[in-house]
C-alpha cells in the first residue's frame, strides 16, 4: 500500500525524534487520512540514538552509573539479541551535568565505560557506541579507567577525573582493559584529537571551556595520546566527545561508521521504503552542518537509493533551495515560515510540526 515515512532526527530544545514523527504523522491524517505513516525516527550517534532504537524495537536495560562529575545517575542502554546501542550523552552528556553547570575542565566520561560494562553483561558482543554531546574533554581516559585502566602521576597516584589532570600523567597501565565486545563507533563528525581541529579547540568551548582552558586540554590531550597511541590522535572521530573517539579507537579496538548510517541500518529504515510516495525528514536547524553527515542527509541518500524522494521539515532553514536541490532535498519546511520569533516557535513546535506537515499534505501527496 502506498505510504508515508516520517523520519525526523529530534528538533533539540523542543521535541524529540518520536514526538516529531508523530506530529507529522497527525497532521498529514488531517488532510489525508487514507494515507498510512510508517513513524521511523532517526538519530546520528548522538543525543537520541537509543531513543531512535528502542522505538525500532531494541529493549531498554537501565543503569547505575556516574554522571560527568562523577554524582551517580539512572542510564538507559538499547538490546536486542547480542547487539547493544550505548549513547555517550546518557551517562556523560551535556544535559546530565547537575544543574547545568558546565566543568570543562574535570568532567569526565566514566559512565560511558560503566554502560558499555553494563551492555557485556546484559549479553552484547557487539556494541554500537553513539557519540555525541559529551560534557568532558576527557579523552575517553575515565570511559577505560571504568574498564580497568590505571592513570598514575609522578608519585604513582591515580589521577583525579578529567581532561585537565591528564596534563600530569606519567604512566598508564592498559592491561586490565578487556571488554569482551566488538565496539562500533557511530559518529557523525571527523574531527581530529588534538590541534586547530580537535576536541579541545572545536567543541571545548561548548562545555565552558576559556581560550586559555582550551589550551592547557588539548596539551593535556596531546600527553594522553603519547602514552596511548600518537599516531592515532589524527584518525578521523578521535576529537568526537571529547576523545571518547580516541579511546574507543585506539584501545577498544572499535571501528568506525557514519551515525546515521549505521542506525539506519540498525533501525531496518530500507525496509520501510518499499511503496513509499514520499519521505519527510528532518531537525531544528537544517543548515550547512546538516550537509555534513547529520541525520537528515543519511536519510536523503538512503530514500534516493530507493527511488523515493524526500521533504526536510526544520525549526529554521538556513538552506536555499539551490543548496538543497544539491543535497537531494526536493523542498524545506521550516517553523519559522509559521511563527517567526524562534522562542515562541520552540514552545509550539509540536502543533506548528502538524501544521507543517498539513501543508506537505496538501502540496505533494
Known amino acids: 500500500m502506498t505510504h508515508v ?10 521535541l524529540t525524534a ?6 507529522l504523522a497527525r497532521g498529514i491524517a488531517e488532510v489525508r487520512p487514507d494515507l498510512p505513516v510508517h513513524q521511523v525516527p532517526v538519530a546520528d550517534g548522538g543525543d537520541g540514538t537509543v531513543t531512535a532504537a528502542l522505538a525500532a524495537g531494541f529493549q531498554p536495560v537501565t543503569s547505575t552509573a556516574r554522571g560527568p562529575t562523577g554524582v551517580p545517575l539512572a542510564a538507559t542502554i538499547a538490546i ?6 550505548v549513547e555517550a550523552a546518557a551517562a ?11 566543568a570543562p575542565l574535570t568532567a569526565s566520561s566514566y559512565g560511558v565505560g560503566e554502560l558499555l560494562r553494563t551492555a557485556v553483561a546484559a549479553g552484547a558482543r557487539t556494541i554500537v557506541l553513539g557519540v555525541g554531546g559529551s560534557a568532558s574533554t576527557d579523552g575517553g581516559a575515565g570511559m577505560l579507567r571504568a574498564l580497568g585502566a590505571r592513570l598514575l602521576d609522578r608519585h604513582g597516584a591515580e589521577l583525579e577525573p578529567g581532561g585537565a589532570t591528564l596534563a600530569e ?6 592491561t586490565a582493559v578487556n571488554l569482551g565486545a566488538q565496539v562500533i563507533l ?3 563528525v571527523d574531527n581530529p584529537l588534538l590541534g586547530p581541529t580537535g576536541a579541545a579547540a572545536v567543541f571545548g568551548p561548548q562545555k565552558g571551556a576559556d581560550p586559555a582552558q582550551v589550551r592547557l586540554l588539548d596539551d593535556a590531550l596531546r600527553i594522553w595520546s603519547s602514552h596511548v597511541d600518537a599516531e592515532l590522535a589524527s584518525a578521523p572521530s578521535a576529537g568526537a566527545a571529547g576523545g571518547i573517539g580516541f579511546a574507543a579507537l585506539a584501545v577498544l579496538g572499535a571501528s568506525l561508521r557514519s551515525g546515521i548510517d549505521l542506525l539506519l541500518d540498525l533501525i531496518g529504515f530500507d525496509k520501510h521504503l518499499p511503496g513509499a510516495e514520499l519521505v519527510i525528514t528532518g531537525e531544528g536547524s537544517l543548515d550547512e552542518q546538516s550537509l555534513h553527515g547529520k541525520a537528515p542527509i543519511g536519510v536523503v541518500h538512503a530514500a534516493a537509493r530507493a527511488g523515493v524522494r524526500t521533504i526536510a521539515v526544520a525549526g529554521r532553514c538556513q538552506l536555499d533551495q539551490a543548496t538543497l536541490t544539491a543535497a537531494g532535498i526536493t523542498a524545506a519546511y521550516a517553523l519559522t515560515d509559521l511563527e517567526p520569533d524562534p522562542v515562541r516557535s520552540m514552545a509550539d513546535a509540536d502543533r506548528l510540526l502538524a501544521q507543517l506537515a498539513g501543508r506537505i499534505a496538501r502540496e505533494w501527496l
Open 5 to 14: 515515512v516520517a523520519a525526523p532526527d529530534k528538533f533539540k530544545g523542543s
Open 18 to 23: 518520536a514526538e516529531a514523527a508523530a506530529a
Open 80 to 85: 536486542r539479541g547480542d547487539v547493544a546501542v
Open 92 to 102: 556523560g552528556g551535556l544535559a546530565r551535568l547537575p544543574g547545568g553547570r558546565l
Open 169 to 174: 600523567l606519567v604512566s598508564v597501565d592498559l
Open 186 to 188: 557511530a559518529s557523525d
